[in-house]
């Protein structure tokens, strides 16, 4: 028998209706569209209304999303996955109730939180678990409601962010594609860099952290970015060189939206030609763990089975890494 790899074989996405452009932004804080535009490429974010809505209400669509175009039964799941910075509440996992909403009433179910990278180690969960042997059907999903966390008389992190969710199906294959090589990272000097001071073990909600407002994210814009822009690079041009990988064989990037400006600088580590760098931080901002997959929901119409595709993101944390992955299907 063939050596099992891990493959994606579906993909589905959500993003809400509502729009906050750069435009509304001007009105809220002090900022403007082309400050905004020039620094981080985008025009605008889409935000979840509405009373009770989690991140568990985007993951359901996006979920939804899948198995609609895919004809999926849902009974057939084995493993639920959901990579979030924002569940919906503590203790219980969100991937849980996912799960049962979605009718993959075969399936057990988890949350991975690892900020900003949270999709792309779940990329690692799920392809281990279907290495295994044991599991048939992995569903990885990646889902932020990062408005429920963001202050937005802040401008140096209410521009950035926004709502939406994306979700893949990972199976067996035996032609070599799927999931080829992966090299993933963590470093903990970035805990006071990138980070929600109150609610959690530490500093648990009271009145007073209520009122310092240090339930909402803070950023060291300048720390992170720096880091950012060499552990990205430094990464994904290390699993090129590892996979005897050249810019001429490499045929997408798929890299974490955080900012333009990291993703170029990752391009050109590289030397990647821009038609092969794939953008959409334009339209949503910067999703979390929700931007990977979006992306491939966007672009599945590109991608043509065994094109080399590179992964690559930068978290809170801190935590970051690259995938190397070979596109299993043609979109029909």
Request: charged share 20%.
């Amino acid at each position: 028998m063939n050596k099992i790899t891990a493959a994606i074989t579906a993909v589905g996405a959500y993003v809400p209706d509502y729009i906050l452009s750069n435009k509304v932004l001007e009105t809220m804080v002090d900022t403007n569209d082309e400050w905004i535009t020039t620094r981080t490429g985008i025009k605008e974010r889409r935000i979840l209304k509405g009373e009770k809505l989690g991140t568990s209400y985007l993951c359901i669509k996006a979920a939804e999303n899948l198995i609609k175009k895919n004809g999926l039964n849902p009974s057939e799941i084995d493993l639920v996955l959901v990579a979030s910075t924002t569940p919906d509440m503590p203790v219980a996992a969100t991937a849980v109730f996912v799960a049962t909403q979605i009718g993959a009433v075969n399936a057990f179910a988890f949350d991975i939180q690892a900020a900003c990278s949270g999709f792309l180690f779940g990329m690692s969960t799920a392809s281990a678990y279907i290495e295994s042997g044991k599991y048939k059907k992995v569903l990885l999903i990646g889902a932020d409601k990062m408005s429920s966390i963001i202050d937005y008389t802040d401008r140096a992190t209410c521009i950035i962010f926004g709502d939406g969710a994306g979700a893949v199906l990972f199976e067996a294959n035996h032609e070599g594609l799927g999931l080829q090589d992966e090299l993933l990272k963590s470093d903990g000097i970035g805990r006071d860099y990138l980070k929600i001071d109150a609610g959690g073990s530490i500093l648990p909600a009271s009145k007073e952290t209520v009122e310092n407002r240090q339930h909402y994210v803070f950023q060291d814009g300048k720390t992170v970015f720096k880091y950012a822009v060499t552990g990205m690079a430094d990464v994904s041009e290390k699993i090129m060189q590892r996979n005897n990988l050249t810019n001429e064989s490499v045929d997408w990037l798929v890299a974490h939206q955080a900012n333009r400006r990291i993703i170029d600088a990752t391009a050109s580590r590289m030397e990647l030609d821009e038609s092969k760098v794939l953008i959409n931080i334009e339209k949503y901002g910067n999703t979390t763990s929700a931007t990977l997959p979006l992306l491939l929901n966007d672009f599945e119409h590109v991608f043509k089975k065994g094109d080399n595709i590179i992964f690559a993101a930068f978290g809170g944390g801190f935590t970051w890494g690259s995938i190397y992955l070979k596109w299993a299907y043609n979109k029909q």
